[in-house]
């Protein structure tokens, strides 16, 4: 069973940037479709970005042009680089990857809510 673990959270302004780090207790490189999602109070989960086993990423629209996603194999790490961050990207921000469904990182979008494993969540308040 892979563990994963968030890291790189905080408090920052308006405008500022955050690296979310996620560090796997397994290799994630050739079998893993892994992403990040987001979790507000009172709000719905919102899937934020997937990375595939090939290295194609893809992105929702709330994030597209200002977060990157990004893996490095050797190290087992999954990367969130968030930049031009707003308050409304304060959430508790999640880690997962997937080995089952076998899809790519635009069908991962839409099915992330499933994938087989999830971390503990990151921390990331946007003040004005």
């Known amino acids: 069973q892979v563990q994963l673990v968030e890291s790189g959270g905080g408090s920052v302004q308006a405008g500022g940037s955050l690296r979310l780090s996620c560090a796997a207790s397994e290799y994630i490189g050739s079998s893993y479709c892994m992403g990040w999602f987001r979790h507000a109070p009172g709000e719905e989960r919102e899937v934020v970005a997937a990375i595939d086993s090939d290295g194609s990423t893809s992105y929702s629209d709330a994030v597209k042009g200002r977060f990157t996603i990004s893996k490095d194999n050797a190290k087992n790490n999954l990367y969130l680089q968030m930049n031009s961050l707003q308050p409304a990207a304060t959430a508790m921000y999640y880690c997962?990857?997937?080995?089952?469904?076998?899809?790519?990182?635009?069908?991962?979008?839409?099915?992330?809510?499933?994938?087989?494993?999830w971390g503990r969540g990151t921390q990331v308040t946007v003040t004005s």
């Open positions: 997962a990857a997937d080995r089952r469904l076998n899809v790519n990182a635009i069908q991962a979008l839409r099915v992330m809510r499933i994938f087989e494993y």
